[in-house]
């Protein structure tokens, strides 16, 4: 309470009251100023934070659009057209790529519902009913990683796997994905 004053600060700001005493005189940035432009920006100069002009592709990628190629193979978001990876991190040449394959997936082996209901109903009727114990089902969940680095770029992507067969089609389109780097 000992620092409030009586009446307003006494460095009063320039302006009519109810007016922002920070806008820039000439009610701010000029009418010609675009989306993404700082106050006072012309439309030829980038404003704080917008997005710069594209690089220049890395040497030795090809020019053409990648639709113009065939696609060789495609994990996740990961897809070879021609001699590029394409990446939503961007393109990368496919000479010299390292691919990396992690089984994140797990399989889990039970016994089914029905088999425990089979095994009951047909207990009291012959003792064969326990035969039905003997069913299991094997559950497979999960992810596999795959990972490409080629060109100073780094990109991971996580493919769903439901069963024991499509694990190892994916790491079999990695070991072909590496024979095409090679």
Known sequence: MAHQYPGPPP??????????PYAAPGGGRPAEAGYGYPQGGRPG???????QAAPPPPVGLPVQPPQAMGLALALGDIAVHGDTIVTPAGPMPLKGAVWTATDMSRTEERMPTHAVVLAIVFFFFCLLGLLFLLMKERITT???????NSGGRHHATMVPVQSREQVMFVLNQVNYARSLSV
Do not use: A, I, W
């Not at 460095?11 to 922002?20: D, H, L, M, S, T």
């Not at 100069?45 to 997005?51: D, H, I, K, R």
């Open 11 to 20: 460095e009063q700001p320039p302006g009519q009251p109810g007016q922002n």
């Open 142 to 148: 999960g992810f596999v990683q795959v990972t490409v």
């Open 45 to 51: 100069e980038p404003g704080y934070g917008y997005p």
